[in-house]
């Protein structure tokens, strides 16, 4: 079945960086896009960042722009997001996802805290 496993996550004081990864399996990874989303207790999830089967496209939130790069290696089946220069309003869960016909299978999610 299909599994979308993240880690990476931790605590980090504000300008510090933290890198995500998301294992994927139970499909064809090189043929669909991931997104990563993050959520706040009590608050909607917000995607920040899309990158296409290829890993040629990607598209940010305006809120990561500049701090946030997404990667992916379709041979290994991961994808990964450094994320540079944290700030306290980063702190979520963050969750990687993909859309395989027309259902959305979601991670566990990994914790992310940036404090001092």
């Known amino acids: 079945q299909v599994q979308l496993v993240e880690s990476g996550g931790g605590l980090v004081q504000p300008g510090g960086s933290l890198r995500l990864s998301c294992e994927a399996s139970?499909?064809?990874?090189?043929?669909?896009?991931i997104d990563w989303y993050r959520q706040v207790a009590g608050k909607e999830r917000e995607l920040v960042v899309t990158?296409?089967?290829?890993?040629?496209?990607?598209n940010y939130a305006d809120s990561v722009k500049g701090r946030f790069a997404i990667s992916r290696d379709n041979v290994k089946n991961t994808v990964s997001l450094q994320m540079n220069n944290l700030k306290t309003e980063d702190t979520a869960v963050y969750y990687c996802?993909?859309?395989?016909?027309?259902?959305?299978?979601w991670g566990q999610g990994t914790q992310v805290t940036v404090s001092s």
């Open positions: 990158i296409d089967s290829t890993g040629r496209w990607r």
């Open positions: 996802t993909a859309l395989i016909s027309s259902a959305r299978y």
């Open positions: 139970g499909f064809t990874f090189r043929d669909y896009r």
